[in-house]
């Protein structure tokens, strides 16, 4: 397992702002960021019940999916991805994370996006235990208390130097880890990857704290949009500092943090903490839709 540490950035602000990114991407190879976050009790939870399989739900692409197929693996776990669009069925193999997750053992049921809708009702569950059995339930995204918990263990007693502390949002489990832990000087923003307000209340379900804030502007059109200005400030990034960024989520929101850099949104002297929480494993199956769109692909380490 890789170390995770903190890699300052070397961008100079005329208002002597300071960067640096945590670097959780590098937390595991394959159960990386805030994944390997969120999974950690809860799969110490699902061996404390004597479960033998993980359910979870999950779209193409999604970061999720791939962790749960590798880390149920690794832990000695069958897996069973639940995945909205009954037409990927037979696209496995031009799908690097659902062909990644199969390769680590993972079954897969495909349902129509108006099934998956109902992935949080009772009778939806229900007849999923009668297909497949017992299974330990983990929610889509992976955000639940045993998840904020993992992600309360994203900043240490180092980390109160930072008066900011700024994060990606998708089902709102990273940000309620950091609220919870968060120094008493340190304002945390959260940058969320999908259009809409509902990730407030998905927030205060587990937030403790009003140390918080979302700043929604910077989701290009909405959760998987990506344009060639994003895809040309990741490349100039990874260049510039030899860190790859995903585009749905660490993508935008360092974008979003430089860009309010540069509209004094913050004090001067403010010391700023960029949360990686990985995703890289999405960078392939994106590239390939940017192929197709004749855009240029993104840049990785990988």
Not at 99 to 105: D, I, L
Not at 128 to 140: H, I, R, S, T, W
Not at 224 to 243: M, R, Y
Request: aromatic share 10%; charged share 20%; with cysteine.
């Amino acid at each position: 397992m890789n170390p995770v540490f903190n890699q300052s950035l070397n961008i100079t602000f005329s208002n002597a702002i300071s960067l640096t990114i945590k670097r959780e991407d590098l937390i595991h190879p394959f159960v990386s960021g805030n994944k390997f976050r969120k999974l950690k009790y809860n799969l110490l939870e699902a061996k404390a019940q004597n479960q033998k399989t993980l359910l979870t739900f999950g779209g193409a692409f999604s970061n999720h999916i791939a962790a749960v197929a590798y880390a149920g693996k690794e832990q000695g776990f069958k897996t069973i991805g639940i995945i909205r669009g009954d037409e990927l069925a037979n696209k496995i193999e031009q799908n690097p994370t659902l062909k990644f997750a199969q390769e680590n053992g993972m079954q897969f049921e495909f349902v129509s996006r108006e099934d998956y809708r109902l992935k949080s009702d009772v009778s939806f569950i229900e007849k999923l235990k009668a297909q497949f059995g017992d299974f330990y339930l983990v929610p889509e995204g992976g955000t639940n208390e045993l998840a904020v918990k993992g992600c309360e263990e994203i900043l240490t007693t180092d980390d109160a130097v930072f008066n900011y502390v700024c994060c990606a949002v998708g089902t709102g489990g990273t940000i309620s880890g950091l609220i919870n832990s968060a120094a008493e000087n340190q304002k945390i923003l959260g940058f969320p990857a999908l259009k809409g307000d509902f990730l407030q209340d998905e927030i205060r379900i587990f937030a403790k704290k009003d140390n918080w804030n979302l700043i929604s502007d910077y989701h290009f059109g909405g959760y998987g949009k990506i344009n060639l200005e994003l895809i040309e400030f990741i490349n100039a990034f990874f260049d510039e500092n030899q860190v790859p960024l995903d585009p749905i989520y660490t993508g935008k929101m360092v974008f979003g943090v430089i860009d309010l850099i540069h509209k004094n949104y913050f004090p001067a002297h403010s010391n700023i903490l960029l949360i990686h929480t990985g995703g890289l494993q999405g960078i392939d199956g994106m590239n390939i839709k940017l192929k197709k769109k004749k855009l240029p692909i993104l840049k990785t380490n990988a």
